[in-house]
């Protein structure tokens, strides 16, 4: 199937800093990403939508200030957790829309997830 | 708000037996409704996606139903194998995916 990788896999950071995490797609070209969160034992949120070329979408609740998404290109997003704190630790995943992957409609291709600790 | 409940917690059955895990939603009326697989630690892996005017898919080992009057969604292992121990989440919709809190399944020798 389609791959998506994300780097780091793992970061550990202090509380006040920022961290970049980039998720791209390897062998087909997406012109939408999609950023999840995930705490322990919970569900995969959605937090915002990556389109390359635009803004991002945010959904409600979700500091666009703070979670910054750039979709430089048509295989990477990043996204940036700016002045980072303990309460955002958490497993962050994100997806490529495979529409035009040529594998299929309508799926969407998951990253590995980047496990954010901070400090 | 919408609203998504996928059975138990955990599941646990013998190797060989099929394990059925559900998937009811409220408040909803998607026009897709997929199957993915999440191991610890990892992104969830794509299994299925079914239509909302089909009422079945198969694929190998993995059959899912999808009773849009019901508002369920019925997710089949057979033969199951200790290899298939893994969570299993279902989520609604195509492109903004709303995902359910994932049944942990455990296949025992």
């Known amino acids: 199937g389609a791959v998506v990788s994300q780097h780091p896999s793992r970061v550990i950071c202090k509380s006040g800093t920022s961290v970049k995490i980039e998720c791209r797609s390897l062998?087909?070209?997406?012109?939408?990403m999609f950023w999840y969160r995930q705490f322990p034992k919970q569900s995969l949120m959605l937090m915002a939508t990556?389109?390359?070329?635009?803004?991002?979408?945010?959904e409600q609740g979700v500091e666009k200030d703070k979670f910054l998404i750039n979709h430089a290109s048509l295989t990477l997003s990043t996204l940036t957790v700016t002045s980072a704190h303990p309460e955002d630790s958490s497993f962050y995943i994100c997806?490529?829309?495979?529409?035009?992957?040529?594998?299929?409609?309508?799926?969407?291709?998951f990253g590995p997830g980047t496990r954010l600790t901070v400090l | 708000s919408q609203k998504i409940e996928q059975n138990s917690e955990a599941l646990n059955i013998q190797e060989g037996k099929t394990a059925t895990l559900t998937c009811n939603y409220t408040?909803?009326?998607?026009?897709?409704l997929q199957w993915y697989r999440q191991d610890p630690g990892r992104g969830p892996v794509f299994l299925l996606l079914?239509?909302?005017?089909?009422k079945e898919k198969r694929k190998e080992r993995l059959k899912v139903t999808f009773d849009t009057t019901l508002k369920q969604s019925l997710f089949h292992i057979t033969a199951s194998q200790p290899a298939d121990s893994a969570t299993y989440l279902c989520?609604?919709?195509?492109?903004?995916?709303?995902f359910g809190t994932g049944t942990r399944l455990q296949v025992f020798p």
């Open positions: 408040n909803y009326s998607p026009a897709y």
């Open positions: 062998d087909f070209q997406a012109t939408t």
């Open positions: 990556s389109n390359e070329g635009s803004k991002a979408t945010y």
């Open positions: 989520a609604l919709g195509a492109d903004k995916l709303i």
């Open positions: 079914i239509r909302e005017n089909e």
């Open positions: 997806s490529a829309d495979g529409t035009s992957s040529g594998r299929g409609p309508d799926t969407q291709y």
